[in-house]
T-cell receptor
Framework: SQQGEEDPQALSIQEGENATMNCSYK?????LQWYRQNSGRGLVHLIL?????REKHSGRLRVTLDTSKKSSSLLITASRAADTASYFC???????????FGTGTQLKVEL | SQTIHQWPATLVQPVGSPLSLECTVE??????LYWYRQAAGRGLQLLFY??????ISSEVPQNLSASRPQDRQFILSSKKLLLSDSGFYLC??????????????FGPGTRLTVL
């Protein structure tokens, strides 16, 4: 079963706005990762946050992690049409490098 | 630099026919390898993963099997395809387990349609 659940399932915004996606998980984790998938393509790794980290930045991406609430959020600032894609969170529970993926958020950024 | 290849890109097969999807990785050694299936508009389901040649772990009971005949080659197979095997199949690799906090790198995927 999928451990991660993203919220919302779909999000439509205007270019220049910020996009926030949330992920909830059920069991303890070693790290949490966010991936992006363009339609019909493979996934691309965006950012990894360790269980002892609370916030991480990479360019226009900001990820937070709250292990007490078992949740994470991905913020994309100043969105662009090229950010249109599906975004997945994935959790690593410490058993090797296996990941459990959520169901994803479909982001559409309109001009 | 490392690259991962999958083929074919698309495949249409009749029910009951065999399947063989291949994935190869270049530029790294002893990678962990993974096969995922993604149903339309859904998340990824881990099917198999491998930490070394001949070492395969199956995550879900199913009509599929996997093999790793060489260090950087991962094959997904079926003897007889079912309609429910349709989907988008993704191969991925990561550094070995002794490295922690590793991301996975995905291939371009194979779109399989079983008719």
């Amino acid at each position: 079963s999928q451990q991660g659940e993203e919220d919302p399932q779909a999000l439509s915004i205007q270019e220049g706005e910020n996009a926030t996606m949330n992920c909830s998980y059920k069991t303890s984790i070693n790290n949490l990762q966010w991936y992006r998938q363009n339609s019909g393509r493979g996934l691309v790794h965006l950012i990894l946050i360790r269980s002892n980290e609370r916030e991480k930045h990479s360019g226009r991406l900001r990820v937070t992690l709250d292990t007490s609430k078992k949740s994470s959020s991905l913020l994309i600032t100043a969105s662009r049409a090229a950010d249109t894609a599906s975004y997945f969170c994935a959790t690593n529970g410490g058993g090797g490098n296996k990941l459990t993926f959520g169901t994803g958020t479909q982001l559409k950024v309109e001009l | 630099s490392q690259t991962i290849h999958q083929w074919p890109a698309t495949l249409v097969q009749p029910v009951g026919s065999p399947l063989s999807l291949e994935c190869t990785v270049e530029g790294t050694s002893n990678p962990n390898l993974y096969w995922y299936r993604q149903a339309a508009g859904r998340g990824l389901q881990l099917l198999f993963y491998s930490v070394g040649i001949g070492q395969i772990s199956s995550e879900v009971p199913q009509n599929l099997s996997a093999s790793r005949p060489q260090d950087r080659q991962f094959i997904l197979s079926s003897k007889k395809l079912l309609l429910s095997d349709s989907g988008f199949y993704l191969c991925a690799w990561s550094r070995p387990d002794r490295f922690t906090y590793n991301e996975q790198f995905f291939g371009p995927g194979t779109r399989l349609t079983v008719l």
